[in-house]
């Protein structure tokens, strides 16, 4: 497996193995030359778009304050201690999707978004713990990090960010242009800008066992069937009327007992699940469309990639599409297994595409989810 300059010139399975949810690894030129991938005006529009999710954190005169976007106006430059901090930044700038995957290592299941955090002179969040790991690439400017592992995560009350009542930093490092520094999850850190500076955030997703429970019970509800309706034939009189009877909690919970589960079950709900874009992701659909003929010839031609804001994923013969999944014969199983892994198709994958999966395409970029390569 080959080294990565990205990963300090570690094989993606020597970081997996090493650091990947267990300690710290500060990466010097993990990219070398590293430019930002916008600049700090389009960085502030792309803050006021409504579609976008954004905050701004101040810390003025020893208070600490959050707002939520969009922003038609940010504080003075020349003021020091203000953060912004944009989420998603993939889906918007395609330079930012491409530097996302080249974090692919760690499967797309778990793969989150690469959120920019612009700072003036001062400007951070506070000590915290973040729920997940996270790769901070510095993209400009200079950002002193201290962390540490500290056990007590505990929060300090009042305050409108989550902000650690007793930090006890164990390193520190000031990071420049390319450097990358990666924290496994709930290790203590704080950033803090040295003049202006910009800051590239890969998260990946970790939902509570609580989420999921809850929202696979509400998967489940869709297929269960239990037929019949309650009765009690055999009632009996009782002088306690407002007394729920053991006749009665015996057949309902003979009932509930038949909901079951496999692991099929699971499959379906984790890929719909996993897939499914966030409440505040729309896509845009092609305007004027082209006929189904026309797509795909330009398709067989051209090839097709799927939207930065499309989440494919695959297991066995289904495959999962922005919350949806159907199953795939064998024959079609590998086309489609080759887009999601590899997020686009060339023209030479595309000339064998059975109709059905040429079909998908097509319904698929009629609704924003892939387009033609350009």
């Known amino acids: 497996m080959k080294k990565l300059t990205l990963l300090g010139d570690l094989t993606p399975a020597q970081f997996l193995r090493d650091y990947w949810h267990k300690k710290p690894l500060l990466i010097r030129q993990a990219i070398p030359n590293f430019n930002p991938l916008l600049s700090r005006e389009d960085f502030f529009s792309l803050a006021a778009n409504d579609e976008v999710e954004s905050r701004l954190v101040t810390h003025f005169d020893r208070r600490w304050s959050l707002e939520h976007g969009p922003f038609s106006e940010l504080p003075s430059l020349a003021k020091k201690n203000w953060t912004l901090l944009v989420q998603g930044v993939n889906l918007h700038v395609e330079a930012a999707d491409k530097l996302m995957r080249q974090f692919s290592f760690i499967p797309e299941a778990r793969l989150d978004d690469l959120m920019i955090s612009y700072a003036t002179d001062r400007g951070g969040v506070g000590p915290h713990f973040d729920s997940y790991d996270v790769f901070l690439l510095q993209a400009y400017g200079k950002r002193q990090w201290r962390i540490g592992a500290q056990q007590d995560l ?25 450097d990358m520094l990666y924290l496994p999850p709930q290790y203590a850190h704080d950033g803090i800008a040295l003049g202006e500076c910009m800051t590239y955030s890969v998260g990946f997703r970790a939902p509570s066992y609580q989420e999921i429970g809850e929202a696979f019970l509400q998967f489940m509800a869709e297929s269960i069937e239990l037929p019949g309706r309650y009765a009690d034939p055999d009632l009996a009189y009782s002088t306690h009327p407002a007394e729920i009877s053991k006749a009665m909690l015996d057949r309902v919970q003979k009932q509930l007992q038949k909901i079951a589960f496999t692991r099929e079950d699971i499959t379906i709900f984790l890929g719909e699940y996993l897939s499914e ?55 079609d199983r590998q086309a489609l297994v080759d887009l999601a892994n590899d997020r686009q198709l060339f023209s030479k994958q595309i000339v064998t595409a059975s109709q059905d999966v040429l079909e998908a395409f097509y319904e698929w970029y009629r609704a924003g989810w892939l387009a033609v390569s350009e």
């Open 154 to 178: 505990t929060l300090k009350d009042g305050m409108p960010l989550k902000i650690l009542k007793h930090f006890t930093p164990e390193k520190e490092f000031v990071l420049e242009p390319g």
């Open 277 to 331: 874009p966030k409440p505040n992701i729309f896509f845009d659909a092609p305007s004027p469309a082209l006929s189904f003929s026309r797509f795909t010839i330009k398709a067989k031609k051209l090839g097709i990639a799927l939207d930065a804001k499309t989440r494919m994923l695959h297991r066995g013969k289904r495959i999962f599409i922005n919350g949806e999944s159907f199953d795939v014969d064998r024959k």
